[in-house]
Every structure is written in structure tokens, then in C-alpha cells.
């Protein structure tokens, strides 16, 4: 069974930093995109950045130059190192992924969340 498991949340005042990641496991032959969304209470799901297999990337612009997205491909591991946090980015961060598992099926996936706080 696939899941995706994220780590790293928590509470910190503005201008400081947080590193969250996101592991995989289960019977997986590859692992394609990775991203990081996030959610605020009253607002709707939104893009925080994504990653391809190659190590492409993309940021929304609130987070340009203040989060950097990475993979360890052979760890199965997605990281998103936040600097500079305010508490706009206070949300709960997901995980998701596209993922080719073992029966050659190919489907995307989503972590539980990990709640961030920023304090003024």
C-alpha cells in the first residue's frame, strides 16, 4: 500500500525557518512529479511549488526566492525548505505525488498534511 508521509511541520515566529519532508513507500517502481500544496483555514487548496523526476522546478510567486523545493530520489524523499516564513504561509502543507507502482499503474497521491504556524 503507497503512502506518503510528510514531517517537519510546527510553530515559528515570522522570519524564521522550517524544512518539511515527504517520504514515500510502498510498491513503487518510480516516482514522477512531486509537489507541495498548501491549505489556510477558509481558503482553498493552493501550489506551493513542484519538482519534476529531473529536478525541474516551479514556485508560486508568494514563496519565490524565500522556499526551495528538493528530491532525494533514491531516499523517496521530497523537501521544501522554507526561510523568511510569515504568517501568511501559516497553513496545513500536503504532499502529493505521481507515482508508477508495481502493477504498472500510474496514479497520484496525497500526504495527511503537516500543520505550519507563523507567529508575528
Known amino acids: 500500500q503507497v503512502q506518503l508521509v510528510e514531517s517537519g511541520g510546527g510553530l515559528v515566529q515570522a522570519g524564521g525557518s522550517l524544512r518539511l519532508s515527504c517520504t514515500a513507500s510502498?510498491?513503487?517502481?518510480?516516482?514522477?512529479?512531486m509537489g507541495w500544496y498548501r491549505q489556510a483555514p477558509g481558503k482553498q487548496r493552493e501550489l506551493v511549488a513542484t519538482?519534476?523526476?529531473?529536478?525541474?522546478?516551479n514556485y508560486a510567486d508568494s514563496v519565490k526566492g524565500r522556499f526551495t523545493i528538493s528530491r532525494d530520489n533514491a531516499k523517496k524523499t521530497m523537501y521544501l525548505q522554507m526561510n523568511n516564513l510569515k504568517p501568511e504561509d501559516t497553513a496545513v502543507y500536503y504532499c502529493?505525488?505521481?507515482?508508477?507502482?508495481?502493477?504498472?499503474?500510474?496514479?497520484?497521491?496525497w500526504g495527511q498534511g503537516t500543520q505550519v504556524a507563523v507567529s508575528s
Open positions: 502529493n505525488a505521481d507515482l508508477t507502482e508495481s502493477d504498472y499503474d500510474r496514479r497520484r497521491y
Open positions: 510502498g510498491s513503487i517502481l518510480s516516482i514522477n512529479d
Open positions: 519538482i519534476t523526476r529531473a529536478g525541474s522546478t
